[in-house]
């Protein structure tokens, strides 16, 4: 495994994806940031924590689990499903969708899907750390902290101190 | 790595990490019915029977709304004016439902052992809604998460459950549960209508007014008539005076207690009207909390059994 980003970077990137938002949206007024569980939520939070340095505005932020709305439910071992916290004004706002990888897409769809089921929000947006490529449907990331160019076979691991103990985006070659 | 389920016949099938799975499910699940939506996508195109040859409009319901707020295609079968009035038997009619494609048969019958009899049989998983005297596990299930809604763990809880404890097999679920969850159990009932229960881990009472000042959770049972063949006890109107529960024997019970009572309720018998209106009765957060543990267990039989030509 190759360390390609370190506590630095990533604090780098979540200061101008928090900029790039706010440009975006012209300004924070009617944002709700969803962090698509598990690490899209600390990082949603970390954006939300950006935004108010910058805007001095706090913006709502929620947790989506996106375990009930996948369409790969039977290929995979069963997975505990986890709590999905959102804030109770999807409704009319700009939800920002909250991820730490993008790579096949089918998380976003599936968090799509879980979005609408709660209201219908004005516009999503997509944010992610690392886009590693290999799309399997036509999604596409609003803002990106870092493009990655992977084989399929290569893993990538975003680790965050709220869940790992360290800030840290590590890449490993495949077989 | 919490054991997958294939099938849901009996409480004690299952080990006190699949319990805990099922339970961290229903409650993640919980909030869905309250949602815009109030369904989510996750068994769409799976075809859950509900199979039910004994009269139930309850459970037959909470198994109904459970599998739609799961986007399944549910349908029903049951025993009126079905084939099996004709005398089919239960496992040609389970080659039938085979045969017609369904992914999961949910089963209520009088017969005790039917589902396994039948999960033996088919090659889907089978969910036990009740047979006979035997069990009926998300009973148990559903009543663990309303406790567990109260109280952070049942550990030396001290659980009463009083009336005919001999046709229950609500009683039977409960008790495997409760003690696997590590609850104190004890068991009132007329000795009419007491089975055998050596083995059962359970302390035996018949003073109900001597055991409520120390109960935590009192769950009465309903009186069921409809399997009362013979004279068990001399009247109704006795079962209530002696085992049934009133407000006035409620005031026995400590004020943070809770009342349970699996429903439908037979009022004046072993509930009275003022003792089901009583705050610390919980009956109708049982009801809702079934739909919860139903919606999991379907999640977790299906999720675990992976249909052979999938399309990745």
């Not at chain 1, 799309?135 to 965050?160: F, I, M, S, Y």
Request: charged fraction near 25%; aromatic fraction near 2%.
């Amino acid at each position: 495994m190759t360390r390609l980003l370190d506590a630095d970077d990533v604090a780098r990137m979540v200061r101008r994806l928090a900029h790039e938002i706010l440009e975006g949206n012209g300004g924070a007024a009617g944002l709700v940031l969803l962090g698509v569980r598990t690490r899209g939520v600390p990082l949603a939070r970390r954006l939300a924590a950006a935004i108010a340095t910058i805007e001095d505005v706090d913006v709502p932020v929620g947790e989506l689990d996106v375990t009930l709305y996948r369409d790969d439910l039977a290929l995979r071992d069963p997975m505990p499903i986890g709590a999905t916290d959102v804030p109770p004004d999807v409704e009319g706002r700009t939800v920002v969708l909250v991820d730490d990888v993008l790579y096949t897409g089918r998380t976003v769809r599936a968090a799509l899907d879980a979005t609408s089921a709660l209201g219908r929000p004005a516009r999503v947006r997509l944010v992610c750390l690392i886009d590693r490529g290999h799309r399997e449907l036509p999604v596409r990331a609003d803002h990106v902290g870092k493009n990655l160019p992977t084989a399929a076979e290569d893993t990538v691991v975003v680790r965050l101190a709220e869940t790992d103990g360290v800030d840290e985006v590590v890449v490993g070659a495949g077989r | 790595m919490t054991a997958p389920l294939t099938d849901l016949i009996a409480i004690r099938d299952l080990d006190r990490a699949q319990v805990d799975d099922l339970l961290d499910t229903a409650r993640e699940l919980l909030p869905i019915a309250r949602r815009e939506r109030a369904s989510v996508p996750t068994l769409r195109g799976r075809i859950v029977c509900n199979l039910f040859l004994e009269d139930s409009t309850r459970t037959r319901l909470s198994f109904d709304l459970a599998a739609k707020r799961l986007s399944a295609d549910v349908v029903d079968f049951t025993a009126q004016g079905t084939s099996v009035k004709k005398g089919e038997s239960l496992l040609d009619t389970a080659e039938t439902l085979m045969a017609l494609g369904v992914d999961l048969i949910v089963l209520r019958t009088s017969s005790a052992g039917a589902p396994v009899q039948l999960a033996r049989e088919v090659a889907v998983p089978v969910l036990n809604a009740g047979d006979g005297w035997h069990q009926h596990p998300t009973q148990a299930l559903l009543d663990a998460l309303t406790l567990l809604q109260h109280r952070d763990d049942l550990t030396g809880a001290k659980v009463t459950i009083v009336g005919d404890i001999l046709h229950s097999r609500v009683a039977r679920s409960e008790v495997e549960l409760l003690r696997l969850l590590g609850a104190d159990v004890t068991l009132v009932a007329p000795p009419t209508l007491l089975p055998d229960v050596s083995g059962w881990g359970v302390t035996v009472s018949a003073d109900l007014d001597a055991v409520l000042p120390t109960t935590e959770v009192l769950y009465v049972l309903r009186v069921q008539r409809e399997r009362l063949h013979r004279a068990f006890f001399p009247s109704t109107r006795e079962y209530a005076r002696v085992w049934g529960v009133d407000a006035a024997r409620l005031r026995r019970l400590p004020g943070d207690a809770l009342l349970m009572h699996p429903g439908p309720v037979n009022r004046g018998v072993e509930l009275t009207s003022d003792a089901m209106a009583d705050p610390r009765a919980v009956i109708t957060e049982q009801v809702t909390n079934g739909i919860a543990v139903r919606m999991a267990c379907l999640y977790r039989l299906l999720s675990a059994a992976p249909r052979p030509e999938v399309d990745a």
